[in-house]
């Protein structure tokens, strides 16, 4: 069964850092773009970052260039979102979802898989 689960959400100061985790099994993971979106309170779900895990190119929200960093290990079908300088603007349900596809599209309606999301809170 195809599974995407998300970790490493939390409660975390302005300016400090989390470490998200995306497991993911059940299909070729190397066959698809991970993407990791947010839904905060009143907005819609938007993409943050993306990884095609067959050339491990990246795409970022210009709002997160320079602070958030998406990384991929291949061998244990996981991704991960390294979100350091924390905004309470930031503050966010987290997802992980795949794409079949060969780039980075991180286009909501396009995803094939989802996981259920992990919340990150930053407070000021």
């Known amino acids: 069964e195809v599974q995407l689960v998300e970790s490493g959400g939390g409660l975390v100061q302005a300016g400090g850092s989390l470490r998200l985790s995306c497991a993911a099994s059940?299909?070729?993971?190397?066959?698809?773009?991970i993407g990791w979106f947010r839904e905060a309170p009143g907005k819609e779900r938007e993409g943050v970052a993306c990884?095609?895990?067959?050339?491990?190119?990246?795409w970022y929200k210009e709002y997160v260039k320079g602070r958030f960093t998406i990384s991929s290990d291949i061998a244990k079908n996981t991704v991960y979102l390294q979100m350091n300088s924390l905004k309470p603007e930031d503050t966010a349900v987290y997802y992980c979802?795949?794409?079949?596809?060969?780039?980075?599209?991180?286009?909501?309606?396009?995803?094939?898989?989802w996981g259920k999301g992990t919340l990150v809170t930053v407070s000021s």
């Open positions: 979802a795949a794409e079949s596809s060969t780039g980075c599209y991180l286009y909501q309606y396009g995803m094939d898989y």
């Open positions: 059940g299909f070729t993971f190397s066959d698809y773009a």
């Open positions: 990884i095609s895990s067959s050339d491990n190119s990246t």
